[in-house]
């Protein structure tokens, strides 16, 4: 089977959700599959990247480049999809001259695999051509839960503006593809009941290999040392709502946290966090805020009790993810938890109040074998269900299902 990915971005390096799965998904269908690329970014050396994508991925045959519109062109591109009630951000990545290659050498494959919804308008040339959607998330469900959880009036109509670009983007374009793929079941349900949708499945999130083969040494410390437990705290901090999130978590738990374990240490991870977050971190003694962590995966392989501190998401959480893989103790609101498929109690821990947050905290600190037991049966579970080879062979079944289904 030949495949075209086109991916809206450089796949290297893997720092975001969708480029984890794009880039550990290729490393299972390039040795699966004849893959061709296009990738449709802003460029400064194209030998340079074609060298490095190469690296990762030998058996990829070809990269076709195209850069991203810029000055004139992309303002009547956003202007054209905004007066359609689209997504402006289209404009970035729709060209004639993509359509037109899409158009003439479409015949080369068997199947055009969109990453992303930035490529939706190319279905309008593809229409015999097999193609599959990685919608990932349900954006417009997105921002239908972030309006409900801000206060901003300005914000609010943002969002709103936001979730009717999406609404209209998922039912005129979403129907166009063959097969559309989300992480969680939250939002294929709510994209296949919202647009009547029938070619709709969940695929997970594959990890990272180096992930899944490293060794955990945090489990010994734990038995050595078990008094040299912190809390982390990892997120987008310069999104406001996950700050006042983490906000949230030091004026209502850590108080009470601090009072039991007045040594116990809160490190927050994450660049650029809102003034008032800083502020509030300046304030407290034992609360550690840091913008990097190089080595990631051997900065999280430590005592660490991880508190995600979303309570509002969509699709599947890579961080999270992350964290789970490395064996770390999860607290973590139910409604982050979606696409994971986890068990309360066994491999994570659900909180949905500050109260359970506090309790859960208490019992990892005073219990540190359930910080062992809880940590190693949630690396299992996500080492198992989300491994390459796993989530690979789903998108095979799916990639054959899909053609039988165009064929017929």
């Known amino acids: 089977m030949r495949i075209l990915y086109i991916l809206p971005y450089m796949p290297i390096p893997a720092n975001s959700g969708n480029k984890n799965l794009t880039y550990n998904l290729l490393k299972f269908a390039n040795k699966e599959f004849v893959i061709d690329l296009m990738i449709i970014d802003s460029f400064c050396d194209n030998e340079t990247i074609n060298k490095l994508i190469k690296k990762d991925f030998p058996e990829i045959k070809n990269i076709f480049f195209y850069k991203k519109n810029s000055s004139i062109k992309l303002f009547l591109y956003k202007l054209f999809f905004f007066l359609r009630g689209l997504p402006p951000v289209l404009g970035n990545y729709f060209s004639f001259n993509v359509s037109h290659w899409l158009k003439k050498n479409q015949v080369f494959y068997d199947l055009i695999h969109f990453d992303m919804w930035y490529g939706s308008p190319y279905t309008e040339v593809l229409k015999n051509k097999p193609t599959v959607l990685v919608s990932s998330d349900a954006y417009s469900l997105a921002a239908d839960l972030a309006n409900k959880e801000t206060k901003q009036i300005l914000r609010k109509i943002y969002l709103n503006i936001y979730k009717y670009f999406f609404l209209?983007?998922?039912?005129?374009?979403?129907?166009?593809?063959?097969?559309?793929?989300?992480?969680?079941?939250?939002?294929?349900?709510?994209?296949?009941?919202?647009?009547?949708?029938?070619?709709?499945?969940?695929?997970?999130?594959?990890?990272?290999?180096?992930?899944?083969?490293?060794?955990?040494?945090?489990?010994?410390?734990?038995?050595?040392?078990?008094?040299?437990?912190?809390?982390?705290?990892?997120?987008?901090?310069?999104?406001?709502?996950?700050?006042?999130?983490?906000?949230?978590?030091?004026?209502?738990?850590?108080?009470?946290?601090?009072e039991k374990y007045p040594r116990l240490e809160t490190v927050i991870l994450g660049q650029k966090p809102r003034n008032y977050l800083l502020e509030k971190?300046?304030?407290?003694?034992?609360?550690?805020?840091?913008?990097?962590?190089?080595?990631?995966?051997?900065?999280?392989?430590?005592?660490?009790?991880?508190i995600y501190p979303l309570n509002v998401a969509t699709g599947l959480q890579t961080k999270l993810q992350q964290a789970l893989a490395i064996g770390l103790p999860v607290i973590a609101n139910r409604i982050c938890l979606g696409g994971l498929n986890l068990t309360n109690n066994v491999n994570v821990l659900e909180s949905n109040n500050d109260k359970d947050t506090i309790r859960h905290i208490t019992e990892l600190v005073e219990v540190p074998s359930k910080r062992i037991n809880l940590g190693k049966s949630a690396r299992d579970h996500i080492c198992e269900n989300f491994c390459i080879s796993n989530i690979g062979e789903k998108y095979r079944k799916m990639y054959l299902r899909t053609l039988r289904s165009k064929n017929n």
């Open 168 to 258: 209209t983007l998922e039912k005129y374009y979403y129907p166009k593809f063959d097969s559309i793929i989300c992480v969680a079941n939250k939002d294929s349900c709510y994209l296949a009941n919202k647009n009547k949708l029938k070619n709709i499945s969940t695929i997970g999130i594959p990890i990272d290999e180096k992930l899944e083969n490293k060794y955990i040494t945090h489990f010994h410390q734990i038995k050595s040392n078990p008094d040299k437990v912190k809390i982390l705290i990892v997120g987008n901090i310069s999104h406001n709502l996950i700050s006042a999130r983490i906000y949230s978590y030091l004026v209502n738990v850590y108080p009470h946290i601090k």
């Open 281 to 306: 971190i300046d304030q407290l003694k034992n609360v550690i805020h840091i913008d990097f962590a190089e080595n990631y995966y051997d900065f999280l392989d430590q005592d660490w009790i991880y």
